[in-house]
C-alpha cells in the first residue's frame, strides 16, 4: 500500500488556481469523452434492430463493444504509466473519434456489414479504457495542489461521468429518434475530439509541481521491459485480498448491468415503451440520480462509514430497478425505481475509486487500475451476449427477474466481513483537504 495522503495543516501553500483549472478541465474532457460512449450505446443496438436483428445479433454488437474494455484495460494500463497520463489520453481520445467516425462514413457511402460492424465497434471501443484510465490517475496529483479531498474529487469524476449519462442519454434519445443511429455517430465522433482538445490546451497548463512524484526508490532503477511491468500490477491485484474482492463482486455486478442496460433494456424499450425515447428518458434519470448522489455524497463522504454505506447502496442500485421491469410496471414507476437505483449508485464508485487511490502505489497505478478495470468488466461482454440469449429463451420478464434476485444477493457479501473491513479508513489516514 502506498503512503496515505495526509490532510494539510493551517500553514500549508494555498490552493493552486491552475491546478484547479487543471482539474476542471480533466473533469470536463471525461464527462465529454462518456457522453460520446453513450450515444454510441444507443446507436449500435437501433441500428441493428433497424436492420431486422433479433435479441441475439443485439447482444452479438453488444459484445463486440464491451469486449475491447476488458483487452485495453488490462493490456494498456502499463502503455498509460509509460508514455504519460496526458498524453494516453489524448491519443485514446483520438484514436478512438476517428474509428467511430468511420461507422457512419461507411454506412451512408459504400455500405456497412453486420461483420464490419462488429469489427470497427470492437476497433472504437479498445482505447476508451485506457483514455479513462489515465484521466484517473491524474486526480490525486490535482487534487492535492487544488486543496479538494480526494473523495470529492472521485466523486466529482464518477459525477461526470453520470451527468454525461444525463446529458447522453437525452441527446442520443432524441438523435436516434429523430436522424437515425448512423448520423447520431457523427456526434459521437465530434465528443472525442473536443475531448482530447480541451486535455491537451487546458491540462497542459497544469505546472510539474501539481504532479507527484515518482517513487524515490525507483529512480535509478534499470528500464523495466512492458511484460515485466504488466506482471508486477498482476501481482499487486493478485496478493491484496481486498482488491480480489472488490474485482470479483463488480465483475458479477457488471455482468448483470451489461445483460440489463446493453440488451434486456433496449429490447424492452422497443418493444414495450416505443423505442429509444423512453430508454432516453430512463438511462437519463438514472444518471442524473446518480449525478445527484455523487454530489451529496461528496459532502457527507469522510463522516459515513465505507463498508456499510457501499454495501446498502449497491443492493439498491441494481435490485428494486430490476424487479419493477420484471414485474411489468408502468413508466411512471420505472422511472421512480430507477431514480433510486441512480441515488445509491451515486456512492458507490467514490468508496471504490478512493479505496483504490489510497492503496495502490502511485508509479503502478496505470497499469493496476487498468488490470481492475479488466477484471472487473470482464463479464460485461458476455452479460450482454447472455442478456440477448436470456430475451429469445426465457423471456424479458423471467431475465429481469433472475437479475434482481441474484444481484441483491451479491451485492449484501460486504457485509460477511473478513477483508472487506480494510476498505474503512485506517487511523490518522486522511484524503487530500
Same mark, same amino acid.
Given at each position: 500500500?502506498?503512503?496515505?495522503?495526509?490532510?494539510?495543516?493551517?500553514?500549508?501553500?494555498? =490552493?493552486?488556481?491552475?491546478?484547479?483549472?487543471? &482539474?476542471?478541465?480533466?473533469?470536463?474532457?471525461?464527462?465529454?469523452?462518456?457522453?460520446?460512449?453513450? *450515444?454510441?450505446? %444507443?446507436?449500435?443496438?437501433?441500428?441493428?434492430?433497424?436492420?431486422?436483428?433479433?435479441?441475439?445479433?443485439?447482444?452479438?454488437?453488444?459484445?463486440?463493444?464491451?469486449?475491447?474494455? $476488458?483487452?485495453?484495460?488490462?493490456?494498456?494500463?502499463?502503455?498509460?504509466?509509460?508514455?504519460?497520463?496526458?498524453?494516453?489520453?489524448?491519443?485514446?481520445?483520438?484514436?478512438?473519434?476517428?474509428?467511430?467516425?468511420?461507422?457512419?462514413?461507411?454506412?451512408?457511402? !459504400?455500405?456497412?456489414?453486420?461483420?464490419?460492424?462488429?469489427?470497427?465497434?470492437? +476497433?472504437?471501443?479498445?482505447?476508451?479504457?485506457?483514455?479513462?484510465?489515465?484521466?484517473?490517475?491524474?486526480?490525486?496529483?490535482?487534487?492535492?495542489? +487544488?486543496?479538494?479531498?480526494?473523495?470529492?474529487?472521485?466523486?466529482?469524476?464518477?459525477?461526470?461521468?453520470?451527468?454525461?449519462?444525463?446529458?447522453?442519454?437525452?441527446?442520443?434519445?432524441?438523435?436516434?429518434?429523430? $436522424?437515425?443511429? #448512423?448520423?447520431?455517430?457523427?456526434?459521437?465522433?465530434?465528443?472525442?475530439?473536443?475531448?482530447?482538445? &480541451?486535455?491537451?490546451? %487546458?491540462?497542459?497548463? #497544469?505546472?510539474?509541481?501539481?504532479?507527484?512524484?515518482?517513487? @524515490?526508490?525507483?529512480?535509478?532503477?534499470?528500464?523495466?521491459?512492458?511484460?515485466?511491468?504488466?506482471? /508486477?500490477?498482476?501481482? %499487486?491485484?493478485?496478493?491484496? @485480498?481486498? #482488491?480480489?474482492?472488490?474485482?470479483?463482486? !463488480?465483475?458479477?455486478?457488471?455482468?448483470?448491468?451489461?445483460?440489463?442496460?446493453?440488451?434486456?433494456? @433496449?429490447?424492452?424499450?422497443?418493444? =414495450? &415503451?416505443?423505442? +429509444?425515447?423512453?430508454?432516453?428518458?430512463?438511462?437519463?434519470? #438514472?444518471?442524473?440520480?446518480?449525478?445527484?448522489?455523487?454530489?451529496?455524497?461528496?459532502?457527507?463522504?469522510?463522516? $459515513?462509514?465505507?463498508?456499510?454505506?457501499?454495501?446498502?447502496? %449497491?443492493? &439498491?442500485?441494481?435490485?428494486?430497478?430490476?424487479?419493477?421491469?420484471?414485474?411489468?410496471?408502468?413508466?411512471?414507476?420505472?422511472?421512480?425505481?430507477?431514480?433510486?437505483?441512480?441515488?445509491?449508485?451515486?456512492?458507490?464508485?467514490?468508496?471504490?475509486?478512493?479505496? /483504490?487511490?489510497?492503496?495502490?502505489? /502511485?508509479?503502478? =497505478?496505470?497499469?493496476?487500475?487498468?488490470?481492475?478495470?479488466?477484471?472487473?468488466?470482464?463479464?460485461?461482454?458476455?452479460?450482454?451476449?447472455?442478456?440477448?440469449?436470456?430475451?429469445?429463451?426465457?423471456?424479458?420478464? *423471467?431475465?429481469?427477474?433472475?437479475?434482481?434476485?441474484?444481484?441483491?444477493?451479491?451485492?449484501?457479501? @460486504?457485509?460477511?466481513?473478513?477483508?472487506? =473491513?480494510?476498505?474503512?479508513?485506517?487511523?490518522?489516514?486522511?484524503?487530500?483537504?
Amino acid at each position: 500500500m502506498g503512503p496515505p495522503m495526509t490532510k494539510p495543516s493551517a500553514d500549508a501553500p494555498p =490552493r493552486d488556481r491552475r491546478a484547479t483549472r487543471s &482539474l476542471s478541465a480533466l473533469l470536463t474532457a471525461h464527462a465529454i469523452s462518456q457522453t460520446g460512449n453513450v *450515444v454510441t450505446a %444507443f446507436a449500435i443496438p437501433f441500428y441493428v434492430l433497424g436492420l431486422g436483428g433479433s435479441g441475439v445479433e443485439v447482444g452479438i454488437a453488444a459484445f463486440f463493444a464491451t469486449a475491447p474494455v $476488458v483487452i485495453g484495460g488490462a493490456l494498456g494500463g502499463v502503455v498509460v504509466d509509460r508514455v504519460g497520463h496526458r498524453r494516453a489520453a489524448i491519443v485514446a481520445d483520438l484514436v478512438s473519434g476517428a474509428t467511430v467516425l468511420s461507422i457512419p462514413v461507411l454506412a451512408l457511402t !459504400v455500405g456497412l456489414p453486420f461483420w464490419a460492424l462488429l469489427l470497427l465497434v470492437f +476497433a472504437g471501443g479498445l482505447l476508451d479504457t485506457p483514455g479513462q484510465t489515465a484521466r484517473r490517475v491524474m486526480l490525486p496529483g490535482l487534487t492535492a495542489r +487544488a486543496g479538494v479531498r480526494l473523495e470529492r474529487s472521485v466523486g466529482l469524476l464518477d459525477g461526470s461521468e453520470r451527468f454525461a449519462r444525463l446529458i447522453g442519454a437525452s441527446v442520443a434519445g432524441l438523435l436516434v429518434a429523430l $436522424v437515425g443511429p #448512423m448520423a447520431a455517430l457523427f456526434v459521437n465522433a465530434a465528443t472525442f475530439a473536443v475531448s482530447a482538445l &480541451l486535455t491537451w490546451v %487546458f491540462v497542459a497548463a #497544469m505546472p510539474a509541481a501539481t504532479r507527484q512524484p515518482a517513487c @524515490p526508490d525507483r529512480s535509478d532503477a534499470p528500464r523495466t521491459t512492458y511484460w515485466a511491468d504488466l506482471a /508486477e500490477g498482476f501481482r %499487486f491485484v493478485i496478493h491484496d @485480498p481486498l #482488491m480480489r474482492l472488490i474485482v470479483g463482486l !463488480v465483475l458479477i455486478t457488471n455482468l448483470f448491468d451489461a445483460a440489463r442496460g446493453a440488451t434486456l433494456l @433496449p429490447l424492452y424499450a422497443n418493444d =414495450r &415503451l416505443g423505442g +429509444a425515447a423512453s430508454l432516453g428518458l430512463l438511462v437519463a434519470v #438514472m444518471g442524473g440520480c446518480a449525478l445527484v448522489g455523487n454530489v451529496a455524497f461528496g459532502f457527507v463522504a469522510h463522516r $459515513v462509514p465505507r463498508r456499510l454505506t457501499f454495501t446498502v447502496c %449497491f443492493a &439498491l442500485a441494481g435490485g428494486p430497478s430490476s424487479a419493477a421491469f420484471a414485474l411489468g410496471a408502468p413508466l411512471p414507476v420505472l422511472v421512480a425505481m430507477t431514480a433510486l437505483s441512480g441515488l445509491a449508485a451515486g456512492a458507490i464508485n467514490p468508496i471504490l475509486g478512493t479505496v /483504490e487511490l489510497e492503496r495502490v502505489p /502511485e508509479h503502478m =497505478r496505470g497499469r493496476v487500475f487498468g488490470l481492475i478495470n479488466a477484471g472487473a468488466w470482464a463479464g460485461v461482454p458476455f452479460g450482454a451476449l447472455l442478456g440477448g440469449i436470456a430475451a429469445d429463451t426465457i423471456g424479458l420478464a *423471467v431475465s429481469f427477474g433472475i437479475i434482481a434476485v441474484a444481484y441483491t444477493l451479491v451485492t449484501l457479501s @460486504p457485509l460477511t466481513g473478513g477483508a472487506w =473491513r480494510q476498505m474503512e479508513r485506517q487511523p490518522g489516514q486522511t484524503t487530500g483537504a
